[in-house]
């Protein structure tokens, strides 16, 4: 009655040994496995971003070349449409090649792994391909091994017999067991050897078209059940003394111990066995309540961390995909990464005309003690250090050797980004590279800096860490990159590419808000429509170029004479129009009698020509003014317009208030000598039926007092009146 409990007892021991073995082997070959299949794909993804690369470069020849000497592939090969090899690397690897993207492989050993991106042209017509390679030699496979921490065995095909092997890491005492259990193996079920040795077949399958065999030893004593028959001989020669405690000690524990394994087996991580004592069994159940609680807890550390990372990206997606506010996607950035490091404050900083880098979002930093602004640090030590070099910096900080301008703290990690153009170089409007840097066209400029201080624990922030912002870093340097470019395209939108004045765009937006604000506060608001006289002259003795250096000069005369709050506009041809805010008749005379002696007293200076040659120029002006003239901005406008045509009906040259197209403007006396309404001396008078030039350099107008007055108001259509031949 005594001997039964003892062997069943050393039965149980025996086989929960045996079952925990296995239970790990196996648990060590599905790591093996998950970390093969991850090598793998990484490897075949790093091959498509390879061939990607060499695809959309401008130059494939030199992109072939630095995607083998930066390491994405061992060789690559760019083919056209008819299989011609346009430029490949010496030498490839020796075939058959198996394509990543295989589930299955081919039937001859592989030779190397392959991915192929095809070359289309803008119709989406193939026009060749670009293969990246990497070779599956015995280095791969030991790679793999050293990866993983099993042996790896390399199958010549996923349908070939058992013994027939590629490659192979295993020792060559347990090559022949591992081979011959390979033709037992199915699926990927864990199958042990006679040596002790478990064994696990991987793929092929999606992304991994590799047939491999993992197989680790066992981590069974190879005395267990010597110790074993031992102990029940001598617990049959103590019989009497302890035959009650092993029936107390051996039995139940062993018996809570399989059903925790066979609980763990079926993934519940919360199984513990009772420890009942200090002996073997209870170290072996203290060992498992151990491994359960720790592997239960770095799950639910793991899965927090993705549900938190997970939730932080879809946040800063959803901030660049709906704004442009820079400030705002900035701190949408520095929180997420605070959150995703555990650092106890940080700012995002850019660099500034004059050198520093300027505080742009801050969280957790107290305001500089100099006073009021945003944090400027120089750029010198620690995170001004990193806007020079280039290079990401993380370490500890002294009190006592803290730089100045520098946040205090005791830990930092900063990661500089940039936001580089096609062709690498940074982006037009950006800062200029830094001191020290690479050669224009090496590297783009670093133009921010992504810095956290202080993790939160007093640890010293890692290499998971660094990788995390770097990460961060890069969505920085797009939402800079993006806020830049969109303002520029802005810019472009709403201006006129010859002179660098607003466009009819942004005059009907204009014109709208200042009509608005004047009725508001009950201020006046001036309009000047301005139109150079005889211009089809001047192209027509001069050409189109002298023309445009006309209007040109014409342009920047104006902003000379006008105040930084007025706004001038270029509607096209020789077409201009100013706003005045704030400004009545008399004011809005005055500006119009400036502008034109500033154009009539100095002639155009043209170059190119012949010779250089100096153009006189005059320019007609027509005045309105809101409320008096018109009750919304297109009247104003309309009434100028009308103005501008007494204007040029009068002879040129001169300007007209409109409702004052009978008597000269106010402040705008006749010169000495001349009628009203006659040109200025020097000039030619027109006779009354000759026609003024029009606004795309053409004779247009009606003679005056015809009875038909041309329409020269703005229309409210999207384009402007009298569009001038591209001018």
């Known amino acids: 009655m005594v001997l039964g409990p003892v062997l069943v007892g050393a039965y149980f021991v025996g086989s929960a040994v045996n079952s925990i073995d296995r239970s790990r082997s196996a648990d060590r070959l599905a790591v093996a496995t998950t970390a093969v299949r991850t090598a793998v794909n990484v490897l075949c993804q790093q091959l498509r971003a390879a061939a990607e690369v060499v695809a959309l470069a401008a130059d494939r020849a030199v992109a072939v070349g630095q995607v083998v000497d930066r390491g994405l592939a061992a060789a690559v090969r760019v083919t056209d449409g008819e299989g011609q090899v346009l430029h490949a690397t010496a030498p490839l690897p020796a075939a058959p090649w198996w394509d990543c993207a295989a589930r299955t492989p081919a039937e001859a050993p592989p030779g190397a792994l392959a991915v192929r991106v095809e070359l289309r042209g803008a119709t989406g017509v193939a026009q060749g391909a670009v293969t990246a390679v990497q070779p599956v030699n015995p280095a791969f496979v030991a790679r793999l091994a050293v990866l993983t921490g099993a042996a790896v065995t390399l199958l010549d095909g996923a349908d070939h017999p058992a013994g ?5 890491t295993e020792s060559a005492g347990a090559r022949e067991a591992v081979l011959g259990a390979t033709g037992e193996l199915d699926g990927e079920q864990v199958v042990g050897t006679n040596d002790g040795r478990y064994m696990r077949r991987v793929g092929p399958s999606d992304g991994q078209p590799l047939s491999l065999v993992l197989s680790v030893p066992s981590d069974q004593p190879s005395s267990l059940y010597v110790a074993l028959a031992a102990a029940v001989l001598l617990t049959v020669l103590l019989v009497v003394v302890v035959a009650g405690r092993l029936a107390r000690a051996a039995s139940r524990p062993l018996v809570e111990l399989a059903g925790a394994v066979d609980r763990v087996a079926r993934g519940d ?38 549900d938190q990372l997970r939730g932080h990206l879809e946040v800063l997606g959803d901030t660049l995909a709906s704004t442009h506010d820079l400030q705002r996607i900035l701190r949408v950035i520095l929180h997420s990464a605070i959150a995703a490091t555990g650092a106890r404050a940080g700012a995002v900083l850019l660099v500034d005309s004059a050198g520093l880098l300027v505080a742009q979002a801050t ?11 945003p944090i400027r640090v120089p750029l010198g030590d620690l995170v001004g250090a990193v806007t020079v070099s280039g290079e990401a910096r993380r370490g500890r900080v002294e009190p006592s050797v803290a730089p100045p301008g520098e946040p205090p703290c005791r830990t930092y990690i900063a990661v500089p980004f940039a936001a580089p153009r096609a062709d690498g170089a940074p982006r037009d409007g950006g800062p200029s590279p830094r001191a020290g840097g690479p050669p224009d066209g090496a590297a783009p400029a670093t133009f921010g800096v992504l810095a956290l201080y202080d993790r939160l624990g007093g640890e010293e922030f890692d290499d998971d860490d660094l990788v995390t912002l770097r990460t961060f870093a890069g969505h920085a340097a797009v939402a800079v990159d993006n806020v830049r470019v969109h303002e520029e395209t802005r810019r472009l939108s709403l201006t006129d590419p010859l002179t660098g004045l607003w466009n009819y765009r942004y005059l009907r937006q204009s014109l709208r808000r200042e009509v608005e604000r004047a009725t508001r506060f009950g201020r006046m608001l001036s309009v000047l429509a301005l139109d150079l006289d005889r211009f089809k002259h001047v192209n027509d003795t001069h050409g189109h170029a002298a023309g445009d250096r006309v209007l040109v000069e014409f342009a920047r005369r104006i902003r000379g004479e006008i105040r930084e709050v007025d706004l001038a506009f270029r509607l096209g041809g020789e077409e201009f129009v100013v706003l005045l805010p704030e400004t009545d008749a008399t004011g809005a005379t005055i500006v119009a009698e400036r502008l034109g002696a500033a154009v009539r007293d100095t002639p155009i200076t043209i170059d190119g020509l012949a010779a250089p040659t100096l153009v006189p120029v005059t320019v007609s002006i027509g005045v309105a003014v809101h ?29 007209r208030v409109a409702g004052a197209a009978k008597a000269p403007a106010p402040g705008l006396p006749a010169p000495a000598g001349t009628a009203e309404g006659t040109p200025r001396a020097g000039t030619r008078r027109e006779p009354p039926a000759q026609p003024r030039v029009g606004g795309n350099g053409s004779e247009t107008e009606a ?6 007055v041309p329409p020269r108001g703005a229309t409210s259509g999207p384009h402007p009146p009298r569009q001038s031949r591209g001018r």
């Open 363 to 373: 969280e957790g930093l107290e305001a500089p003690a100099g006073g009021p602004g």
């Open 164 to 168: 027939r092997f590629q490659r192979t």
């Open 269 to 306: 991580l919360t199984a513990r066995v009772p420890v009942r004592g200090r002996d073997e069994i209870g170290r072996l159940a203290a060992a498992f309540n151990r491994m359960t609680r720790e592997t239960g807890t770095y799950v639910a550390a793991l899965t927090s961390s993705r």
């Open 627 to 655: 409320p008096h003239h018109g009750g919304t901005g297109q009247e104003v406008l309309n009434a100028a317009d009308e103005a501008l045509y007494v204007a040029k009906a009068s002879g040129r040259d001169t300007c």
């Open 703 to 708: 003679a005056p007092g015809s009875g038909t």
